[in-house]
């Protein structure tokens, strides 16, 4: 079935320092969703990418779609410690089913 | 208006009970998923409803689990003679309408089978 990993597992970083998690998916995706799922809290949407090669800024967040629709990845430029969580992305298989990866969970250290 | 609920927030089970799990989505929302989270993983698809039609029970481990909306609403997911491997967050989104669209979580049920 369709496979959706992302590296790293986990980063450890500086307060200040930029962080990015990329997200492969086995197959070639319709859309893509990011999540952030705070320690013990839920998923919440932080957005959504259809077209090839699409590229969206949130303030310090910035998302990108590959080319092949078969990859992403989420830029976060001078983590703050509200940052800290972990990072799915989820791409839709061919039901639509949303099929979550594997998640980079991030640290802040102040 | 208010999000997504679930409840219990916090379920334990003795191996070989039956246990119902509820959600409330969104008001007007169209579209009811349940999903499987397992301590350090992402969320896995169990089903999906659309109104009360369950368009899709792919990801239910086995026939102990069952999900049902029967007006278009409030959801349950039952668990028959639960199983420690149950053990997981279960966590139920809704979203305006169909799973292409973005998806907004309740809190979550924590079971724990002993």
């Known amino acids: 079935g369709q496979q959706v990993m992302q590296i790293p597992q986990y980063q450890h970083v500086q307060e200040g320092e930029d962080f990015t998690t990329y997200c492969n998916s086995s197959?070639?995706?319709?859309?893509i969703q990011w999540y952030k799922q705070r320690p013990g809290g839920h998923p919440v949407f932080l957005i959504q990418?259809?077209?090839?090669?699409e590229v969206k800024k949130q303030k310090r967040l910035t998302f990108q779609f590959g080319e092949a629709k078969k990859n992403s990845s989420l830029h976060i430029t001078a983590t703050q410690t509200t940052d800290v969580g972990t990072y799915f992305c989820?791409?839709?298989?061919?039901?639509?089913?949303?099929?979550f990866g594997t998640g980079t969970r991030l640290q802040v250290f102040p | 208006g208010a999000g997504v609920s679930q409840s219990p927030r916090y379920k334990v089970a003795k191996r070989g009970q039956d246990v119902a799990l509820r959600c409330d989505p969104i008001s007007g929302h169209v579209s009811l998923f349940w999903y499987q989270q397992a301590l350090g993983q992402g969320p896995e698809f169990l089903t999906y409803?659309?109104?009360?039609?369950?368009?899709?029970k792919s990801g239910l481990p086995s026939d102990r689990f069952f999900a049902e909306r029967p007006e278009g609403s409030v959801s349950t997911l039952k668990i028959q003679r639960t199983q420690q491997e149950d053990s997981a967050v279960y966590l139920c989104a809704s979203s305006l309408d169909g799973p292409l669209r973005e998806q907004f979580f309740g809190p979550g049920t924590r079971l724990t089978v002993l």
């Open positions: 990418l259809v077209k090839s090669g």
């Open positions: 197959t070639t995706l319709s859309n």
């Open positions: 989820a791409g839709p298989d061919y039901t639509d089913k949303l099929i």
């Open positions: 409803f659309q109104n009360e039609a369950q368009l899709d």
